[in-house]
């Protein structure tokens, strides 16, 4: 088997909780797929979900992880306890650099730090960053979870190549696909 290292799309896709992210990155894997692109799904998260899995033996998914441990892991322990503002960052850009060979595009649909768009953007030349807004959502999450640094760390955050406004489904879809549309254009996938 030879190795031959690609010119790999990094979408990175940032927003606060319940913001639209995940449906963003569905309508890109659909998308690309039917385009016969090899995709692949790497969120920052799946460290520390499996960390949680490995220490309380539970497996959570979107519909049910616990929020306040994932948030407490990363923010005291992560970066304060073990003074490592990268930990995450380092994982990713290993797990990109390895998809670099396999892989047409790479999807990170968690993105909630400037580094995780920074730090990749001076590893990688082919580097997309979308981020994603639903203004007038009233959010699920607790007053302390909003004002937790992983909501509100991307606030005043404007070196995007794309912001989109989550108003339905349908306006996603659409404005992906003129993404996709552009990203075809220059010969990027």
């Known amino acids: 088997m030879n190795f031959e290292k690609k010119n790999t799309l990094m979408i990175l896709i940032a927003g606060k909780a319940r913001s639209g992210k995940g449906e963003v990155a569905k309508i890109f894997e659909?998308?690309?797929k039917k385009e016969g692109k090899k995709v692949v799904v790497s969120p920052y998260t799946k460290y520390l979900k499996r960390y949680i899995y490995?220490?309380?033996?539970e497996y959570r998914d979107d519909d049910n992880k616990p929020r306040d441990l994932l948030q407490k892991l990363s923010s005291e322990l992560i970066k304060k306890e073990l003074n490592n503002q990268n930990f995450f960052i380092n994982r990713q850009i290993e797990d990109?650099?390895?998809y670099s060979y396999f892989m047409d595009a790479v999807l990170v649909p968690d993105v909630r730090f400037k580094e995780e768009i920074e730090?990749?953007?001076k590893k990688f030349s082919n580097v997309l960053a979308i981020g994603v807004e639903r203004k007038n959502y009233l959010s699920i999450l607790t007053k302390e979870q909003q004002e937790d640094i992983t909501e509100t760390a991307l606030d005043n955050y404007k070196d995007y190549d794309y912001l989109?406004?989550?108003t339905s489904l349908e306006s996603l879809y659409r404005e992906v696909l003129k993404i996709i549309k552009n990203l075809r254009k220059e010969?990027?996938?």
């Open 119 to 121: 730090e990749i953007r």
């Open 187 to 189: 010969e990027r996938i």
């Open 164 to 166: 989109l406004e989550n």
């Open 30 to 32: 659909e998308e690309l």
């Open 96 to 98: 990109l650099s390895f």
């Open 54 to 57: 490995e220490i309380t033996g």
